[in-house]
């Protein structure tokens, strides 16, 4: 069966240290992996995916992600932290095979930028 | 950048009274989706929309959830008979391709069922 765990419900980071918010899953095929951000009141918003290629892929914000076959992983990553970047954030897989075509999603983890 | 738009931003009913809410999905877009949201926290998927019908539902989307897309533009979710356990913040989200594609989201509609 598929799924994602998002292994902490918090996070918290001082700002301009390097953060990281895990992110594991399980799927019968081959992942699509996705990370959003939700900021309060707002939707979610789109950060970056992995679909194939390069396992360090880089999105907005300066936010940059690493799929990890092996482990079953696709902790979201960031170098300096910012107090603009405390939100909730989300990560979601598609599995593709078969006829799967739900996006999974993790529970989510509050990240916490503290100045 | 186009964006996804829900109105109204803020709905507030009474148990047992029919709500519609509304979504204007970006214009190229293929995909449509209901998503809510209980206090901020899991992401609960609703239904998904394609080629003018449902392509998957959860089984929250029961016969109290339906779902039109009425001119090619607007696309909404209707709650037939609302009940105190549907207050929640519904998104909706639509994406060009199923699989490979990002989906985006409106910025969501509070509905508080008194």
């Known amino acids: 069966a598929q799924s994602v765990a998002q292994p902490e419900d918090q996070v918290n980071v001082a700002e301009g240290n390097p953060l990281t918010v895990k992110c594991t899953y399980s799927v019968s095929g081959n992942p699509y992996l996705f990370w959003y951000v939700q900021y309060p009141n707002r939707g979610l918003q789109f950060l970056l995916k992995y679909i194939t290629g390069d396992n360090l892929v880089k999105g907005s914000y300066g936010f940059e992600a690493e799929f990890n076959k092996s482990q079953t992983s696709f902790h979201l990553k960031k170098p300096s932290a910012l107090v603009s970047d405390s939100a909730l954030y989300f990560c979601?897989?598609?599995?593709?095979?078969?006829?799967?075509?739900?996006?999974?999603w993790g529970l989510g983890t509050s990240l916490a930028v503290n100045p | 950048e186009p964006e996804v738009t829900q109105t109204p931003s803020h709905q507030v009913t009474q148990m047992g009274q029919e709500v519609i809410l509304r979504c204007v999905p970006i214009s190229n877009h293929l995909y449509f989706y209901w998503y809510r949201q209980i206090l901020g926290q899991k992401v609960e998927f609703l239904v998904s929309?394609?080629?003018?019908?449902?392509?998957?539902k959860s089984e929250i989307f029961d016969d109290q959830f339906s779902v039109e897309r009425p001119d090619g533009s607007n696309f909404t979710l209707k709650i037939r008979s609302t009940k105190l356990e549907d207050s929640a913040m519904y998104f909706c989200a639509s994406s060009e391709a199923l699989r490979y594609s990002p989906l985006h989201f409106g910025n969501g509609t509070r509905l508080t069922v008194t």
């Open positions: 929309f394609y080629n003018n019908e449902i392509s998957e």
């Open positions: 979601a897989v598609r599995d593709d095979a078969g006829n799967n075509r739900k996006l999974i």
